[in-house]
């Protein structure tokens, strides 16, 4: 749980909670310090020089009163693989993962420090350091305006965790339907909503499943993944591969009756096929036999 919600926002503590490099430690978000581990009302009543409160990035009207740096505490060898990942990422132009990110500090060699930072989104990136502290925990802040965006924050875990740009690109590209579609596809997703908006408490609104994919149809995708425990900054604008998985999974746990139509003659099905056989597939073609079954939907 997050220890100081007045000061982290839920998507800097999943940073940690959901942190893929095992066996590393929080060493820290929030501190009542100059810099980012502070906020920046804080470091304008305190510290009004500071390098943390001067770019645009940094000095929205939003965000002010949390902090923006996360410390992790990692084995020699993982502080080695982290700060290398985070420094080819950040250095492949092809690369944006690190877009959210002001700063990073870690070690290559476990013996000097190694940190880059950057001014915009796009960089460039320039070489910068900081004290020995970062030899055993790597440092990253984060532009103020990104610490309460997941959807921002997400990557630097697929960094963390070694995973190819490729890879990644891959994944955040599986999006199965996004607002403004329309179809069978987005007619689909509403109607699975609709099967599963009883499993969580209170129930999730219910949708018209009309094939469109308005403001109606994103709350309560939103509302559905937040009362299931999900990701509480997902507004419901897309679909994604993982946000198809929990509906997936919910529905496995709804038992949906089978409808069983009516008796046919089966004389009327042979007829009704050969017709068909016969316009669609014109060549000598006939059925023989007996139909007994019934027809599941």
Known sequence: MNPNPARITEPMWK????????????????ADKRGYHNTVVA??????????????LDLVNINRDKARAIDLTMTDSDMVKW???MK??????????LAAVREFYGTLDNATVYGLIKDDLDGPWKKSSSD???????????????????????????????ESLLDWKTQINSLFISKGDSGEEVKYWQGVHNEVR????????????DGNYGDSTAAAFADFVHKQGGQTAYTGQSVPAWCGIRYHKALATVSVPIVVAPSFNSNEIKELVNAWLVENLPSNLSLSGDFTGKVSL
């Open 132 to 162: 020995s502290t970062h030899l055993w925990h790597g440092h990253t802040s984060i532009f103020t305006k990104f610490v309460n965006d997941w959807d921002m924050l997400a990557p630097l875990h697929s960094v963390w965790a070694g």
């Open 88 to 97: 080819d990422s950040a250095l492949n132009p092809a690369d944006n993962r």
């Open 15 to 30: 940073l940690w909670t959901d942190c893929p490099i095992q066996g590393a430690k929080l060493s820290g978000i929030y």
């Open 43 to 56: 470091n304008k009543s305190k510290w009004p020089g500071n390098y943390s409160i001067v770019l645009p």
């Open 198 to 209: 009883e499993t969580v408490t209170p129930p999730s609104p219910q949708l018209v499943a």
């Open 83 to 85: 700060t290398k990942r």
